[in-house]
């Protein structure tokens, strides 16, 4: 069972918005940066979001991050097909001294 | 641009003991905190464990503690991570992965069975 919690999946039609939950406490979330990473198989995962809502050169500003309290969000905009992917957040948990993860959340296009 | 090429992995036998290494380049690895990550088959990322740039602090996973052993050496560039008495559920994908920046390897698949 992960630290963190997402839902299993999502889905939407293209060029819909589609909002991914990440859900925490506050040894992890709410003191913490939080990333989502994509991850499509055989690959290494690619960061999206990273410091909560900064996006690396490169990602499409369709991708955005954001956090309140305990939990955090990552939202799709304008979904396209090459957007179906297993999304994972994460960020640094103060009582475990490491790494937590999500449990990924499976993104389908309809 | 940044590198991460992790290598070692393979078949082995419940209870032997395997050691990944992970090249690093194109940043100043010995300033970089640095992790290990894995992915069990159809299952999620798990973090395995973390080291400091200068090895003042290391810190487990409580799935491998005491069996695995994170380190590195800054001039050469690389990270390892010994795994001693493998289990058949430590069979995963192991990544390294960069603190800041969100680079990853592209991954090593140890496989622990008999």
């Known amino acids: 069972q992960s630290v963190l919690t997402q839902p299993p999946s999502a889905s939407g039609t293209p060029g819909q918005r589609v909002t991914i939950s990440c859900s925490g406490s506050n040894s992890n979330i709410e003191n913490n940066a939080v990333k989502w990473y994509q991850h499509l198989p055989g690959t290494a995962p690619k960061v999206l979001i990273y410091?909560?809502?900064q996006r690396p050169s490169g990602v499409p500003d369709r991708f955005s991050g954001s956090k309140s309290g305990t939990s955090a969000s990552l939202a799709i905009g304008g979904l396209q097909s090459e957007d179906e992917a297993d999304y994972y957040c994460a960020t640094w948990d103060d009582s475990l001294n490491g790494w937590v993860f999500g449990g990924g959340t499976k993104v389908t296009v309809l | 641009q940044v590198q991460l090429v992790e290598s070692g992995g393979g078949v082995v036998q419940p209870g032997r003991s395997l050691r990944l290494s992970c090249a690093a380049s194109?940043?100043?690895?010995?300033?970089?905190?640095m992790h290990w990550v894995r992915q069990a088959p159809g299952k999620g990322l798990e973090w395995v464990a973390v080291i400091w740039h200068d090895e003042t602090k290391k810190y487990y996973a409580d799935s491998v503690k005491g069996r695995f052993t994170i380190s590195r050496d800054n001039s050469k560039n690389t990270l390892f991570l010994q795994m001693n008495s493998l289990r058949v559920e430590d069979t995963a994908v192991y990544y390294c992965?960069?603190?800041?920046?969100?680079?990853w390897g592209q991954g090593t698949l140890v496989t622990v069975s008999s």
């Open positions: 194109g940043f100043i690895f010995s300033s970089e905190v």
């Open positions: 410091g909560t809502n």
């Open positions: 992965a960069k603190d800041q920046g969100g680079y």
